[in-house]
């Protein structure tokens, strides 16, 4: 038998399938120490004699234990620009952050700005991220070697930009494709957890050669892409403006064949019945980033509707338009937003989500939009051992575990539990904080 190690939790909460969260109490999780993947989750009485003399980590009678936290949609060069208020998107980013971004082309000042970055997204219990990049590859590559170090599992491309963008910002068609080969080529794949991810910025701000050329790429290469879509009402108007051709803003990316199960499109809030059944005919994936379109005044995204037409959701803190790399923040923030949404339009029903679902977002749902179900996620025997333990005596009130029902627990954590409570957080069996 490999070598194992047993740590064991007062409840380890495990996502189901079902968006639905199992918990086990008294728990166990055993890891395989050589490759950090699970052996077997279950109650500590079920497991026996069976790894009665492994190492066995004991984290209390306070502690929950649940899969680390999937955070689908980020912007790394955007962190300094946390809590900075500038009206709506398009004013938002050409006011604070264009110029923002221009400094990461300082491959120093990016590599500095990702080592913080990372530091706080394992703070916050993160284990998997997708980000955009800093604007140029000898920056984005420093940004990998940041996250080389910190030890998270991380999915990033170097933002792609060739128009409507100041000149530092912009790389033409021909030196996008050297990037994109020059990042691939160095990172994508390194440690098992680092993978580069095409990432034009959106319809607004690349050409449609641009587009096209990422998405030959990716499909080369089998590689996800993320972009953005319909995340406000004056950039729709401003994206028809671009390409009166076309019908509809979804329209655009379809034509650049970027519709596949492994495109991310972040936001999304205004898609018609139409270009949300294309989405979800093509298996493409929404990341949504309720805190950033709060805080930029875009909408709500209808996400109880999403989730019954089927399509793959997962949770993104859209950092800097978010104001924290918290996913678990997201998730609570996400249930609000449904419910004001609720109140917004009393004709949809359902519209709320619950605190359950809100966690199976920020996990499995998380996994699932990323294609990485069968890695990440759950507790399951046979992925990989990224997850979190975090202290109820720490929580606000202190929670008494004893009694306490399962949809109680889950609801208490969402809503009570603050970032001191986050005890430790493993990827791939290895423990970083």
């Known amino acids: 038998m490999a070598a194992v190690t047993v740590y064991r939790a007062r409840v380890l909460l495990n996502p189901t399938p079902q968006r639905r969260v199992e918990c086990l109490w008294d728990g166990a999780l055993v890891v395989d120490a050589s490759n950090g993947s699970i052996v077997a989750c279950a109650p500590t009485a079920e497991l026996g004699r069976h790894f009665s003399g492994a190492p066995t980590v004991d984290f209390g009678p ?21 809590g900075q208020d500038r009206d709506e998107l398009l004013t938002w980013l050409r006011e604070l952050i264009f110029p923002l971004e221009a400094r990461y082309a300082d491959p ?44 998270l599992r991380v999915l990033m491309g170097q933002t792609l930009m060739d128009r409507n963008v100041p000149v530092e910002l912009s790389t033409p068609t021909n030196d996008a494709l050297q990037a994109l080969e020059r990042i691939t080529a160095e990172w994508h794949g390194y440690d098992g957890r680092l993978f580069s991810v ?52 979804t329209a655009i990316y379809e034509a650049a064949a970027l519709l596949t199960p492994r495109t991310i499109f ?17 298996g493409c994936a929404i990341a949504h980033c309720p805190r950033s379109n709060a805080f930029l005044r875009s909408g709500i995204m209808p996400l109880r509707q999403y989730l019954q037409e089927g399509l793959r959701v997962g949770l993104g803190t859209d950092i800097g338009a978010g104001y924290s790399l918290s996913v678990l923040e997201e998730a609570r923030y996400a249930c609000e937003m449904a419910k ?94």
């Open 108 to 151: 120093d000042f990016a590599e500095q700005q990702a080592e913080l970055f990372f530091r706080t997204a394992l703070d916050s219990g993160t284990t998997t991220l997708v980000t955009f990049g800093p604007p140029t590859a000898a920056a984005t590559s420093r940004a990998f070697a940041a996250a080389a170090r910190a030890g």
């Open 198 to 249: 095409v990432s034009p910025r959106f319809a607004g701000s690349c050409s449609l050669a641009l587009l096209q050329l990422c998405s030959r790429f990716a499909q080369r290469h089998q590689l996800l892409l993320q972009t953005h879509l319909a995340e406000s009402p004056r950039e729709l108007r401003w994206i028809a403006e671009l390409f009166p051709e076309f019908s509809d803003y």
């Open 266 to 282: 972040a936001h999304c809030i205004y898609l018609s019945p139409s270009e949300r059944a294309r989405l979800h005919s093509a």
């Open 340 to 433: 004001l949404r609720a109140f917004l339009t009393p004709e949809e029903v359902p519209t709320e989500v619950t605190p359950e679902e809100a966690l199976w977002l920020a996990t499995l749902g998380g996994a699932q939009a990323l294609g990485l179900e069968h890695q990440i996620g759950t507790l399951d025997p046979g992925k990989e051992a990224d997850f979190i333990v975090l202290d109820t005596s720490a929580w606000v009130p202190a929670a008494t575990l004893q009694g306490l029902a399962p949809e109680a627990l889950v609801s208490r954590l969402l809503y009570t539990a603050p970032p001191s409570s986050l005890k430790a957080v493993f990827v791939r069996g290895r423990r970083l904080r």
């Open 62 to 82: 306070h502690s929950v234990l649940l899969p680390g936290l999937v955070d689908v949609h980020t912007h790394l060069p955007q962190y300094p620009a946390i």
